[in-house]
């Protein structure tokens, strides 16, 4: 399942078909469907019941990779009504002038959302508005075999191991893989001085001949892990969460550097035809039972502490899941904006490309 969930399936091409015509709030949709811009596992209608119960087959889905593929896709000129990035990327959108403000007091649910993720810098509107509402958070790690990696040092240099050659994978993302490599060379991933780049290019070299595969396919990364051609790989809890309930041997590791942790959420196009809907969508996303759904079957955390309060205390200690974010930002690294984005993304495709 995807990084969301699971950022499970690596879609290259976005659906673009005719807006829906605006709707009053809480009235079915008349004409067309809410456009939702997503992560592939993201559509279930377990996560928008109420929604659903309003406006049955109300929502037409368009998935993106990665939000790096979904911001250029929106900028180039695809126009949903909502789109569903992580926070690192709202102050990129923001900077084209591709979002509107939400107004919080039409957020039901908005008090419920953890203080960690509602007071984040960047997603400040004014005036009681915001940019971004938060919705589920995870975290990035080595996703190991146990009976085939053996006590291996609890670190992100497991990925550059030459014993594995070959039978490793990692994440094709700027904010992924490349932080992982800035951390190792010790420099400061998020705000890089002269002459960092090269240092992380030089990491990421050495890398290179040692993965099968850059990819945000979760799908394929857990098949290759139950079968053995993978013995370790870069992925998100959906996919420790989906091995494990298999009985498949992996463990999902606490590097020393610190695992990466992220938050994605909802944003609301400048140009939506569907406002209202999309606030009807975001209210029934942000519902205990949505947030309860995205937990259990997911592994990954809801933004609200009402949905963490409807999981019994030995599902979150099964699938190592703290019911208080800030508890894990602890001992995690914060994947936030990243000043030097688009010189990281330059870079990182030019390695990946044998330069």
Request: glycine share 6%.
């Amino acid at each position: 399942m995807t990084k969301h969930i699971n950022r499970t399936s690596l879609l290259k091409k976005a659906t673009v078909a005719a807006l829906a015509l605006a709707v009053s709030a809480g009235a079915a949709l008349a004409d067309g469907k809410l456009k939702y811009f997503t992560w592939s596992g993201y559509e279930l209608p377990e996560f928008n019941k109420t929604f659903l119960a309003k406006n049955p087959d109300g929502i037409e889905f368009s998935m993106f990779g990665d939000d790096d593929d979904a911001f250029t896709k929106v900028k180039a000129g695809f126009r949903p009504d909502i789109a569903h990035p992580c926070y690192d990327k709202v102050a990129r959108w923001n900077k084209e002038g591709l979002l509107q403000p939400i107004d919080t007091k039409r957020i039901k649910n908005w008090d419920s959302i953890f203080p960690v993720f509602r007071n984040l810098p960047d997603i400040q509107a004014g005036d009681g508005k915001v940019w971004f509402v938060p919705w589920d958070w995870g975290n990035t790690s080595i996703l190991y075999r146990t009976d085939l990696v053996e006590n291996p040092e609890q670190s992100w240099n497991l990925l550059w191991d030459k014993k594995y050659a070959g039978r490793m994978a990692t994440i094709d993302a700027v904010h992924d893989t490349p932080i992982v490599a800035a951390l190792l060379v010790g420099v400061n991933p998020f705000d890089m001085k002269e002459g960092d780049i090269d240092k992380v290019a030089a990491k990421l070299r050495e890398q290179r001949p040692l993965v099968t595969a850059y990819t945000t396919d979760m799908t394929s990364v857990e098949q290759s892990l139950s079968s053995g051609e993978l013995v370790a790989a870069m992925t998100w809890n959906a996919s420790a969460n989906a091995l494990k309930k298999q009985g498949v041997k992996v463990e999902f590791m606490k590097p020393k550097e610190g695992m990466l942790t992220w938050t994605c959420g909802f944003v609301i196009l400048k140009d939506s035809t569907n406002v209202d809907a999309a606030y009807d969508f975001i209210n029934s996303r942000l519902e205990t039972d949505s947030g309860k759904y995205l937990i259990e079957a997911y592994g990954y955390g809801s933004s609200t502490s009402t949905a963490f309060a409807a999981v019994p205390k030995e599902t979150l200690d099964a699938i190592q899941l703290p019911a208080d974010p800030e508890a894990v930002l602890k001992t995690t690294i914060f994947t936030g904006p990243m000043k030097q984005n688009d010189d990281m993304a330059k870079m990182f495709e030019k390695v990946k490309a044998g330069g």
